[in-house]
C-alpha cells in the first residue's frame, strides 16, 4: 500500500505562499494520480486538488484554482502543491492521498497531513 | 455542484448494537459513492469504494449499499475503535464529501 509523509506546514502571513511536498514510498508511484485534500480546524474535508500520473492532467477546486499549482516528480516519488495569494480560509490540514490505478476520484490512503496556518 | 448530506449529524449506539449511517446525493452519483473514517487526530481511512465494494483489510461488519442519491453504511456489532466520524464522498464528478456523522456511545 505504500506510505505518504507530507512536509513544508507552517504559519504564513495573508497573502504569502507555501509549498507542501508529499514523499511516496512502497507504491509505483507514476500508477497512481495524486491529489490533496484539506480539512479546516474542526470541519469537514474538502478535495483540492489532483494530478493524474504522468502529471498530464491536473484538477482544482473553485476556491483555490488560480491561486494553488498541483506538480509531481515521479523520479522522486514526490507530490507537491504550490500554494499562494493564501487566505485566512486556507487554513487546515493539508493531506495527500493515493487514488486507485484506475484514476477515479477517491482515496485508497492517506497521508498524516501537514498544518498550514494563515495568519498575519 | 452535487451537494453530499449525511443524516444524522450525531448517531449514539452501544457497543454490539448496529449503526446504520446516511448520505444523499443532490444528484444521482451512480454508485461512485465512497465512506471513510476518521478518529481523532487521524487522517481518514477508506471504508468503501463504489458504493459496496470493502476496501484491503476492512472488517465484515462494515457494509455499503445503496445507488443513485441512496446510500447506507452498515456497521454491525460496533466494538470499541468503530466510534468515530464518518464522512461520505462522490467521485462522479468533482469529489465532495458529506458534512459526517459522529458516531459516538
Known amino acids: 500500500e505504500g506510505q505518504l509523509v507530507e512536509s513544508g506546514g507552517g504559519l504564513v502571513q495573508p497573502g504569502g505562499s507555501l509549498r507542501l511536498s508529499c514523499a511516496a514510498s512502497g507504491l509505483t508511484f507514476s500508477s497512481h494520480a495524486m491529489s490533496w485534500v484539506r480539512q479546516a480546524p474542526g470541519k469537514g474535508l474538502e478535495w483540492v486538488s489532483g494530478i493524474s500520473g504522468t502529471a498530464g492532467s491536473t484538477y482544482y477546486a473553485d476556491s483555490v484554482k488560480g491561486r494553488f499549482t498541483i506538480s509531481r516528480d515521479n523520479s522522486k516519488n514526490t507530490l507537491f502543491l504550490q500554494m499562494t495569494s493564501l487566505r485566512a480560509e486556507d487554513t487546515a490540514i493539508y493531506f495527500c492521498a493515493k487514488q486507485p490505478p484506475t484514476g477515479l476520484y477517491y482515496a485508497l490512503s492517506w497521508g498524516q497531513g501537514a498544518l498550514v496556518t494563515v495568519s498575519p | 455542484e452535487v451537494v453530499m448530506t449525511q443524516s444524522p449529524a450525531t448517531l449514539s449506539v452501544s457497543p454490539g448494537e448496529i449503526a446504520t449511517l446516511s448520505c444523499r446525493a443532490s444528484q444521482s452519483v451512480s454508485t461512485h459513492l465512497a465512506w471513510y473514517q476518521q478518529k481523532s487526530g487521524q487522517a481518514p481511512r477508506l471504508l468503501i469504494y463504489?458504493?459496496?465494494t470493502r476496501a484491503t483489510d476492512v472488517p465484515a461488519r462494515f457494509s455499503g449499499s445503496g445507488s443513485g442519491t441512496e446510500f447506507t453504511l452498515t456497521i454491525t456489532g460496533l466494538q470499541s475503535e468503530d466510534f468515530a466520524v464518518y464522512y461520505c464522498q462522490q467521485y462522479n464528478n468533482w469529489p465532495r464529501f458529506g458534512q459526517g456523522t459522529r458516531l459516538e456511545i
Open positions: 463504489g458504493a459496496s
